[in-house]
């Protein structure tokens, strides 16, 4: 095959570019994997939500610079329980003046194998322009073949890294960890090409704790940032049943672990 891209460049005219390099400083950066992990039912998904959002509405986040972007959220587990979340935002976080008003946050709700799947999901987003995040959540739901094995998680990563270079962008991938909790489930392969990895567990106190395991280029590099995940009312269904939900809040509190076996690292 035939390369016409393919080129030296001279140590002298090897320079500095000083182009925006992250969508959230010290966070998530301009374009490259990011690997969200931890154990199930801790708060991955309500935390990496409420990150995106702030890339979306262009808002800082936690004293952290961001860059507005669009987020394309393919939500692998279905669009039942992302409806309720999405509800919650927007009354805890949101003015009731802004809700009517256009956010680029777009819902992919459906299965998918990424690996054979990954063109259909490209040229579902190509219309919507060129996204600035967009997560896979969960790895495990999106994943026709085992995380343990070598060929599936390297092709899944293969795909990933497609989305990648066809926006230019950053693919968040949420995934669980395995049984002692100390690194994310399967092949280190998905370590290995991750350009940042962030554990993300609760405390004693079941905050939920999400520390900068490691950062290509170093800045935020352990760095914890501490939420509270509290529930929200969203009003009766039709059989009279409230609909609940959780919105992730800023706290200002230590992480406190005693008993933890999976823990953020002091």
């Known amino acids: 095959m035939n390369r016409d891209d393919i080129q030296l460049i001279a140590f002298s005219d090897i320079k500095l570019s000083k182009r925006r390099r992250a969508h959230v400083k010290g966070i998530i950066p301009i374009t490259g994997i990011v690997v969200v992990w931890g154990p199930p039912k ?26 507005q972007g669009t987020i394309v959220y393919c939500a692998f587990e279905g669009q039942g329980g992302f409806e309720a979340r999405a509800e919650a935002y927007r009354r805890q976080h949101m003015p009731r003046a802004e809700r009517g008003e256009h956010i680029p946050f777009y819902l992919q709700p459906h299965m998918l194998d990424l690996i054979n799947d990954y063109d259909a999901l490209i040229g ?8 600035a995040i967009v997560v896979l959540d969960t790895l495990n739901r999106s994943l026709n073949g085992s995380e343990s094995r070598d060929e599936d998680m390297s092709a899944y990563v293969r795909a990933a890294d497609a989305i990648r270079e066809q926006f230019n962008c950053a693919v968040i991938i949420v ?75 800023e706290t200002t509190e230590t992480p406190r672990f005693v008993r933890s076996a999976a823990r953020v690292k002091q």
Not at 195 to 214: G, L, M, P, S
């Open 124 to 131: 579902a987003i190509k219309p919507y322009g060129d996204p």
């Open 175 to 249: 995934h669980h960890c395995g049984i002692v909790g100390t690194r994310p489930r399967g092949h280190t392969s998905l370590s290995g090409a991750a350009d940042a990895q962030i554990a993300v567990v609760r405390d004693d106190n079941r905050n939920v704790v999400a520390r900068i395991e490691f950062m290509k280029d170093g800045i935020g590099e352990g760095d914890v940032y501490v939420s509270s995940l509290i529930p929200i009312d969203l009003g009766a269904d039709e059989d009279g049943d409230m609909i609940t939900s959780c919105v992730i809040v």
């Open 42 to 67: 801790v708060g991955k998904s309500f935390w990496v939500f409420d990150l995106c959002m702030h890339v979306a509405r262009g808002i800082s986040y936690r004293g952290r610079r961001v860059h």
